[in-house]
């Protein structure tokens, strides 16, 4: 069974601050790796995707992979209250299937 | 650009009855797939297609069927409604490559089951 975890949270930081969420997978074959947001009531929206062992940067997001220990993070630099949502991270092995996990829901409070 | 485009939004059904979920996407993706989340939870693929004519289950398959005519559409069939069926249901697509593309999805059907 390809499982995917999170911490379900809430985590909650001050505005301003970086908030941290982490994710861990099981199959050591994933190759891809994507970070949705989802606020409630509304679908998910992709934010980051990841391929490669390391860090990739977009505006005040920040992916890091690390395939050896099956761990890929999000930090969210600068955090503001409409950070506030849900992430879903999502692991794929170059096949038709995705796994989700369950999420961690964010709280960025003024 | 619509993307992907769900309908109903909204639906409350009665024990028993049946209905489909309707899911269109005008990318030309290849995979489209269906997704259930409950409150609180994940989401659970329930059927995937790579391809017209193609289609395979999911980790929730039980309850639901699907079809795969066009590459546009790809309609979530539920027969027999039970009260376990209430949920979201997002429907996704994405495009093949040789690398892994992410999902684009659909707004959601939200439908009660009573």
């Known amino acids: 069974q390809k499982e995917v975890e999170q911490n379900s949270g809430p985590l909650s930081v001050p505005e301003g601050a970086i908030a941290s969420l982490n994710c861990t997978y099981s199959d050591r074959g994933s190759q891809s790796f994507f970070w949705y947001r989802q606020y409630s009531g509304k679908s998910p929206e992709l934010i980051m995707s990841i391929y490669s062992n390391g860090d990739k940067e977009d505006g005040r997001f920040t992916a890091q992979l690390n395939k050896a220990s099956q761990y890929v993070s999000l930090l969210i630099r600068d955090s503001q209250p409409s950070d506030s949502a849900t992430y879903l991270c999502?692991?794929?092995?170059?096949?038709?299937?995705?796994?989700f996990g369950p999420g961690t829901r964010l709280s960025v409070l003024p | 650009n619509a993307g992907v485009t769900q309908t109903p939004k909204f639906r409350i059904l009665k024990i028993g009855q049946s209905m489909t979920l309707q899911c269109t996407q005008d990318m030309n993706h290849n995979y489209m797939y269906w997704y259930r989340q409950d409150p609180g939870m994940g989401l659970k693929l329930i059927y995937y297609s790579v391809g017209a004519g193609i289609t395979d289950k999911g980790e929730v398959p039980n309850g639901y069927n699907v079809s795969r005519s066009t590459t546009e559409d790809f309609p979530l069939r539920l027969e027999l409604a039970a009260p376990s069926q209430t949920s979201v249901y997002f429907c996704a697509s994405s495009r093949r490559t040789g690398d892994s593309q992410p999902q684009h999805f659909g707004d959601g059907t939200r439908l009660s089951i009573l």
């Open positions: 999502a692991v794929n092995n170059y096949g038709q299937n995705f796994v």
